[in-house]
């Protein structure tokens, strides 16, 4: 008990005398005053808001200039100049948003962007890129998983469970990250041509979901996922800031733009104006994605869409040799790691190049394709003395029809 030589009771850290109506906590040693209490509890809150706004500070991006974007793009990604453009201003200008303040009452809204391509044509490899070029947290998402609420799936919140775990739990760090949606056109809702008797859960459902993400709103956010750990607490995070890129096949939907254009992808053409009809995906529109089966919400939270062109066999011979990270320099840096001077003639390439547009793997499969062929020369070369090793078409050609992919020819 803290009291002094007349018997009153006192605080231990002021030093005042505390009359009886008054709080007084006592301890083993001593007492602190309710006056004493408050002014700690000053001091912790001043000393939590320096830390935060310390922490704030630390949250830097490196913004640059769209045409910087893309030709670091360029760096990476082979053609795609159109949406390297596209993409390079809408990230530009969302970034812009949120580094300057703003001065009078014009509310800059984000543009979050829709990549639409076939497989393989680069559309992860384009987010990626700059979300490492601009040092921002940076997760995907695999659409086909999200269920609605109450159903065997995951929340749509967990793609906010993903962004905060590659920032590092750090919440300002990941309100500024990107989020990648891939597969957002296996959630269309289910038309005529797809009747289903039960309910679509994982269609239309999961689109009303991701409204909320998208258009910028304060989540209830489960660091752990919130199924499976149903007692954990939340973490508030403001999605304001954070762009997100959807992505898909939207396999078919060249017809949907034909029709839309009145005309058919073969036959006549019976507007005026020229139509390059083999690359229909360059005259893609919000109203084709409503046509597949996004809801008008969902598109509306999209203004920004893009295409990616096929890859036809010199874009995937550029993709193998030009890159900074090229699958050709892959391999050569890993027989030179053995001390082994690895090189590919130009025939080789060829026919690397002719087995990926005849399997329509785009530039995933030229990876698998490679690997086949690598397989025997990674695995007998490194304990061998031969320090040097030139890949030929014949070599390639005899190690591939010898893979387990040779069925397919």
Do not use: W
């Not at 053409?269 to 690359?279: P, R």
């Not at 547009?357 to 397989?375: C, D, P």
């Amino acid at each position: 008990m803290a009291k002094n030589s007349k018997g009153e009771d006192y605080c231990s850290f002021c030093g005042e005398q505390i009359p009886y109506n008054k709080v007084l906590i006592h301890g083993l040693n001593g007492a602190i005053c309710e006056k004493c209490v408050q002014a700690v509890n000053d001091v912790l809150l001043d000393i939590r808001q320096e830390e935060a706004e310390k922490e704030r500070k630390e949250v830097k991006i490196k913004l640059l200039k769209p045409k910087e974007i893309k030709a670091k793009l360029d760096e990476y990604v082979i053609g795609q100049d159109e949406a390297k453009k596209v993409i390079s201003v809408a990230v530009y200008n969302h970034y812009k948003r949120i580094l300057y303040d703003q001065q009078d009452d014009v509310d800059i809204e984000k543009s979050n962007i829709i990549l639409v391509g076939e497989t393989g044509t680069g559309k992860t490899l384009i987010a990626r890129t700059i979300a490492k070029l601009l040092d921002v947290p940076f997760c995907i998402a695999d659409a086909t998983v999200f269920t609605e609420a109450g159903y065997v799936g995951e929340d749509v919140e967990s793609i906010l469970t993903r962004l905060l775990q590659a920032a590092d739990y750090n919440v300002e760090r990941a309100e500024r990250g990107i989020v990648f949606i891939d597969e957002i056109d296996k959630v269309a809702r289910k038309g005529a041509d797809n009747p289903s008797i039960t309910r679509d859960v994982s269609g239309e459902g999961v689109q009303q979901s991701l409204l909320k993400l998208l258009e910028g709103s304060l989540v209830n956010v489960p660091p752990q996922g919130g199924r499976k750990h149903p007692e954990q607490k939340f973490t508030v995070v403001n999605t304001k800031n954070i762009l997100f890129i959807g992505s898909g096949a939207f396999n078919s939907i060249d017809k949907i733009i034909a029709e839309r254009m009145n005309t058919n992808v073969i036959g006549y053409n019976k507007k005026k104006h020229d139509i390059d009809k083999k690359n229909m995906m360059q005259y893609i529109s919000a109203h084709d994605l409503k046509t597949f089966g996004l809801i008008p919400e969902l598109c509306g939270r999209f203004p920004v869409i893009t295409y990616m062109n096929a890859l036809d066999a010199e874009a995937l011979k550029r993709i193998l040799i030009e890159p900074k990270n090229a699958l050709v320099k892959q391999y050569e840096r890993l027989f030179q790691l053995d001390g082994i001077d690895l090189s590919f003639d130009d025939e080789s390439l060829d026919y690397i190049v002719s087995k990926a547009v005849e399997l329509k793997l785009g530039a995933r499969g030229l990876r698998s394709i490679i690997e086949k062929i690598m397989t025997n020369a990674m695995y007998e070369f490194p304990s061998s003395k031969q320090k040097k090793i030139s890949i030929t078409a014949d070599y390639a050609k005899q190690q591939f029809e010898s893979s387990i992919f040779s069925f397919l020819d």
